[in-house]
């Protein structure tokens, strides 16, 4: 069972997360060729009203739209 | 070797290249694929070795084609679309993975910033033992962010060749072609099956995430071995960083993007619309260019003749397309593409569209749907080609609806912005962007709730705040203008040759007749505005400027309702041919018929509501 039910698109900025787990497979396959996995600490750059999430991870600088961002949870680190 | 014959390429003025053509084929003897993540540098590679240039783009999915290039020793260079692993999830993927599947040797570029994402893709291209030589590009970038990657190490464990390079200066580049001759495969993950049984195994949505998770696991293992990064100096950071988070503030972005409008309609509205190409096409063509041919024409076919008028008449093939072409279209996109490579190059382009994102996705889009809309407001038939970024058939089908339906291109605009005074000032303009708007709105959710399938989320990678390196910039401009114009040219043309068919053989008076009674009746409007919407649908400023003249004897109403009705009207005869192109046959036409009902559907209920309420 997810330990938070907490996910990307509810984040704001400045906060430092981990991935715990994403739960569509189609967009966590995106993700893992990204190097976006489970376990990985990301820290958010921008959260846009009712819009994208900007996370900072390995050099990148990633939006993340709320459709894909709904299936990504995370937990505050 | 396995491949169609490629396009022929676009080269610069004065470079020594050529495009491949059939002829050059038979000397071929190996495929080198050129293949790496979107914003690596992929294609100033592809320059670097083949004197070529392609789009040297910051947006993904900018690349179109699959451009070729000779490289010494017979070896045929294909760049490809940027990719972040071997698969089919869009258009380009699809590309990319049978570029890359059918090469003979692959260069990956990888960029020494985002090690650990790139090296998925050049694991899986391990994975499919293709042999294969490593660009580690941007080294100057990742020095500069703190980033020191171990090569030797590297090398040993891809067991393949890493050459580090900044190719914007071309250091490392020069290693590349003594070392494909003895490229040979690297080391696959362990355990991983043979590239056929893998290929099934990858695409099989069941066992693909598997692999993938696999590969993950191996690549991050292998980062962490190699690379390491400097402690991060809080506080200190860079203007950058900084501009690139205030971009993305949805107020600085409305504000910003206010202020970036104002630019465009100054700069390229007026100066260029305006001023440079009442130069080129006023001055030159009309007064030098025009007449002369006609001369010339007329040496040799009466000018009462058919013939002639077809050739050189008022929409003569020789005349009106070379006029327009030249004249007007060219000016025009160049001015435009230099003003959204700028964006683009700057940084500022992909943060607007993160911004937008939430919105696009209404009308299911999102946020890259922002290049062609802008680019919509320059030319519709430039702004229908570049619906090429978007990853979806369903996302390029709404996109192009709307701009063929809704958005005015420049050529409308001008005339639209200076009859506003007449018709009705302030209060005009509400009525009409807010009517624009709002179907744009109504068509974009209808054709969401109606189309099959679903519409991508975004996922961006946001390229730093930059200063554009001008070489860039105009390179890329240059690129893309004579790329458009070369795919547009004939379809202008084209559309002379039938316009000028039709005004030799009665055919556009006669519709204009057929079409008096409606405009009268339905819209009313003048007798003669008939002409104005024929006219519109050869050249969108044709129909505007007609209906310039026309103004004087009409009322704010009169006015306002013709605006709003060019303004929704059937897409120009080039924008109808791309949107064949691109779209097929059946959409174009339904587009057609549809747009042509809507205009004069909302013209004729607006002119009412008008009526009883002003």
Known sequence: MPVTALCLNDITKGQTVRIERISCPDVETQALRLGISAGDVVQCLAKVPSGPVVIRHGGMELAIGKPLGVHIFVSRV | ?614
């Open chain 2, 1 to 614: 070797m396995s491949q169609a014959i490629p396009d022929p390429h676009v080269c610069t003025p004065g470079s020594a290249c050529h495009s491949v053509q059939a002829s050059d084929l038979a000397d071929i003897r190996e495929v080198v694929v050129l293949a790496g993540n979107p914003n690596v540098g992929k294609s100033v590679v592809f320059n670097a070795l083949t004197g070529l240039y392609t789009n040297v783009s910051n947006f993904p999915g900018t690349t179109v084609d699959i451009p070729s290039g000779k490289m010494p020793e017979n070896r045929l260079l294909k760049d490809t679309p940027g990719v972040y692993g071997i698969s089919r999830f869009s258009e380009e993927e699809s590309v990319a993975e049978n570029a890359i599947l059918a090469a003979d040797k692959v260069v990956n570029v990888v960029s020494a910033v985002t090690l650990e994402r790139d090296l998925f893709l050049t694991q899986q291209i391990l994975d499919y033992q293709k042999p294969t030589i490593v660009i580690l590009n941007q080294m100057d970038e990742a020095r500069g962010q703190g980033v020191h990657i171990d090569v030797g190490q590297l090398e040993k464990r891809l067991g393949v060749p890493v050459v580090p390079a900044v190719a914007v200066t071309g250091e490392g580049l020069d290693r590349i072609t003594p070392l494909l001759a003895q490229s040979h495969s690297g080391n696959p993950m362990p355990d991983v099956p043979p590239p056929e049984a893998l290929k099934q195994l990858e695409d099989d949505p069941a066992t693909r995430l598997q692999i993938y998770g696999h590969r993950r696991a191996h690549v991050n293992a292998l980062v962490s071995e190699v690379v390491s990064r400097d402690a991060q100096q809080s506080g200190k950071r860079s203007w950058s960083s900084r501009a690139g988070a205030l971009f993305l503030n949805p107020l600085v972005g409305v504000l910003s993007g206010l202020v970036a409008m104002m630019v465009l309609y100054q700069v390229v509205g007026v100066w260029i619309a305006g001023d440079l190409v009442g130069l080129t096409e006023g001055k030159i063509m009309l007064e030098w260019v025009v007449p002369t041919i006609q001369h010339w024409v007329g040496l040799v076919l009466p000018q009462s003749s058919p013939l002639y008028t077809v050739l050189a008449g008022e929409f003569g093939v020789l005349t009106m397309s070379i006029q327009y072409i030249f004249g007007v279209l060219f000016p025009l996109i160049l001015g435009f593409y230099v003003y959204i490579s700028l964006l683009e190059d700057c940084g500022y382009l992909p943060r607007i569209a993160v911004l937008c994102d939430g919105m696009l996705s209404k009308i299911g889009l999102n946020g890259r749907a922002v290049i062609p809309i802008i680019l919509g407001f320059g030319c519709v038939t430039m702004a229908t080609v570049s619906t090429r970024v978007l990853t979806t058939q369903r996302e390029r089908t709404i996109a192009a609806t709307i701009l063929a339906i809704t958005i005015p291109c420049s050529a409308q605009i001008a005339v639209i912005v200076s009859l506003m005074a007449l018709a009705g000032g302030f209060g005009a303009w509400l009525i009409f962007l807010g009517l624009l708007t709002t179907i744009l709105i109504l068509l974009g959710t209808l054709l969401n709730k109606l189309l099959p399938g679903k519409s991508t989320g975004l996922l961006l990678d946001l390229p730093p705040m930059r200063l554009p390196l001008v070489k860039n910039v105009l390179k890329k401009t240059w690129v893309r203008t004579v790329v458009f114009l070369k795919e547009a040219a004939p379809l202008f043309v084209l559309g002379s040759l039938l316009v000028s068919v039709a005004q030799v053989t009665g055919f556009l008076t006669w519709a204009e007749h057929v079409l008096a009674p409606v405009t009268v009746k339905w819209l009313h409007l003048p007798a003669e505005s008939a002409r104005i919407f024929i006219m519109g649908m050869v050249r969108r400023d044709f129909g505007a400027a007609g209906l310039y003249f026309l103004a004087e004897t009409m009322s704010a109403i009169q006015i306002l309702t013709a605006l709003i009705t060019i303004a929704l009207f059937v897409p120009c005869i080039a924008s109808f041919t791309v949107i064949w192109k691109e779209r097929g046959v059946g959409e174009a036409s339904i587009l057609l018929a549809g747009s042509w009902l809507l205009a004069f559907a909302v013209g004729g209920v607006t002119v009412r509501l008008l009526e009883l309420f002003v």
